[in-house]
């Protein structure tokens, strides 16, 4: 299941942060190319997954 992601729907490069009642929150990013997105959410997920499960099993669990 994902609990994040990075996509160009929407026309825009973006990250929806996924939660276990069905919301999204999307951060875009505005002034940057796909390829610069890529990159960041490549490094960010690389580094911060845990903390994006963590969060996740924490509110499937209120």
């Not at 960010?44 to 903390?51: A, F, K, T, V």
């Amino acid at each position: 299941m994902a609990v994040v992601r990075y996509d160009t729907a929407h026309g825009k490069p973006h990250r929806d942060i996924l939660h276990p009642n069905g919301d999204q929150t999307k951060d875009w990013f505005e002034g940057y190319s796909l390829a610069e997105v890529l990159t960041i959410g490549k490094n960010d997920i690389m580094e911060n997954w845990s903390s994006y499960r963590n969060r996740f099993i924490k509110e499937m669990n209120k």
